[in-house]
């Protein structure tokens, strides 16, 4: 296992960190909002990797100083991707939300407030202490060791997800099930970079990838649903949120059947890939994918 490659994978995390939190916080601009809690959830991959790698290294104490920049960044994402959605369902069934979106304006103005204060009180020096807290870490590992943990962590989550997926019911809620996946995903990229010639496979990162995108959109769909319903029944938009819940819930519903659709294709994929046989234990620090970052 390469271990300079995690270095530098963690790297590429901090700096993308602090380029689009500077960005970020001066112009709310949507596409940094994004990109930085993209690469938050990131480095959590990484932390919760190191985590299982060395008995020293704890995740929830390094993750501890990005968690209300995290927090606030994405109640402000959540409005602006639903009056993305509300606008593209205006442009694309003539309906009328403006009073919807005047309301959602107002919500973003909020958020953009409290994204503010919390964005003045996050210290962006924090990414070169826990940049050489990751140094730490990596240098007191063994590369033959720490393939074989990374492998069983691997697996084991790859095995959660496939379990938890599995044995979904058709009005269970998916977003335990969205944030696993992306954990998943995150480590799988980290690792097919790190462990060279062994898994995962790009079979498994592409359906990693289908798998998140589909429960990503179930996500969209479900909170578009909450804010229209927030909402209330405004005279001058009733019959219009009524016909754009209508299309929300379908689009839900597809999503989700197009999540479970995938989950052939990903067992195949992960049964298929090298050294998946090997035994599987869940790692010793039991990790809880469904909380804290989400």
Same mark, same amino acid.
């Given at each position: 296992?390469?271990?300079?490659?995690?270095?530098?994978?963690?790297?590429?995390?901090?700096? #993308?960190?602090?380029?689009?939190?500077?960005?970020?916080?001066?112009?709310?601009?949507?596409?940094?909002?994004?990109?930085?809690?993209?690469?938050?959830?990131?480095?959590?991959?990484?932390?919760?990797?190191?985590?299982?790698?060395?008995?020293?290294?704890?995740?929830?104490?390094?993750?501890?100083?990005?968690?209300?920049?995290?927090?606030?960044?994405?109640?402000?994402?959540?409005?602006?991707?639903?009056?993305?959605?509300?606008?593209?369902?205006?442009?694309?069934?003539?309906?009328?939300?403006?009073?919807?979106?005047?309301?959602?304006?107002?919500?973003?103005?909020?958020?953009?407030?409290?994204?503010?204060?919390?964005?003045?009180?996050?210290?962006?020096?924090?990414?070169?202490?826990?940049?050489?807290?990751?140094?730490?870490?990596?240098?007191?590992?063994?590369?033959?060791?720490?393939?074989?943990?990374?492998?069983?962590?691997?697996?084991?989550?790859?095995?959660?997800?496939?379990?938890?997926?599995?044995?979904?019911?058709?009005?269970?809620?998916?977003?335990?099930?969205?944030?696993?996946?992306?954990?998943?995903?995150?480590?799988?990229?980290?690792?097919?970079?790190?462990?060279?010639?062994?898994?995962?496979?790009?079979?498994?990162?592409?359906?990693?990838?289908?798998?998140?995108?589909?429960? #990503?959109?179930?996500?969209?769909?479900?909170?578009?649903? #909450?804010?229209?319903?927030?909402? #209330?029944?405004?005279?001058?938009?009733?019959?219009?949120?009524?016909?754009?819940?209508?299309?929300?819930?379908?689009?839900?519903?597809?999503?989700?059947?197009?999540?479970?659709?995938?989950?052939?294709?990903?067992?195949?994929?992960?049964?298929?890939?090298?050294?998946?046989?090997?035994?599987?234990?869940?790692?010793?620090?039991?990790?809880?994918?469904?909380?804290?970052?989400?």
């Amino acid at each position: 296992m390469d271990l300079k490659k995690i270095h530098c994978y963690s790297v590429q995390r901090f700096e #993308g960190i602090r380029r689009h939190y500077a960005l970020a916080s001066r112009t709310f601009d949507e596409e940094a909002i994004h990109q930085m809690r993209v690469e938050i959830k990131r480095l959590k991959a990484v932390f919760q990797l190191l985590e299982g790698l060395s008995e020293e290294f704890r995740a929830k104490k390094h993750l501890k100083p990005f968690r209300r920049i995290f927090k606030s960044a994405g109640g402000l994402r959540d409005v602006q991707v639903q009056l993305g959605l509300a606008r593209q369902w205006m442009g694309n069934s003539g309906g009328d939300l403006k009073a919807f979106c005047r309301h959602l304006a107002l919500r973003e103005q909020e958020a953009k407030l409290g994204f503010r204060e919390k964005s003045s009180r996050f210290d962006a020096a924090v990414l070169d202490t826990k940049e050489e807290a990751v140094i730490r870490a990596l240098d007191s590992l063994s590369a033959q060791q720490s393939r074989l943990r990374a492998l069983n962590l691997l697996h084991w989550l790859q095995s959660e997800l496939l379990q938890r997926g599995q044995a979904s019911g058709p009005e269970d809620d998916l977003h335990p099930l969205r944030i696993l996946a992306k954990r998943v995903r995150h480590t799988a990229e980290l690792l097919e970079m790190s462990l060279r010639t062994t898994p995962p496979t790009q079979e498994v990162l592409t359906a990693l990838r289908a798998a998140e995108q589909a429960l #990503g959109q179930w996500h969209d769909q479900e909170v578009a649903l #909450g804010f229209v319903e927030a909402f #209330g029944q405004e005279s001058e938009c009733q019959s219009a949120c009524q016909n754009y819940k209508e299309a929300l819930s379908a689009k839900k519903r597809e999503r989700r059947q197009a999540f479970f659709q995938l989950l052939p294709d990903l067992k195949t994929a992960v049964d298929c890939q090298p050294d998946s046989s090997l035994p599987l234990s869940a790692p010793a620090f039991q990790p809880v994918p469904a909380r804290r970052l989400k």
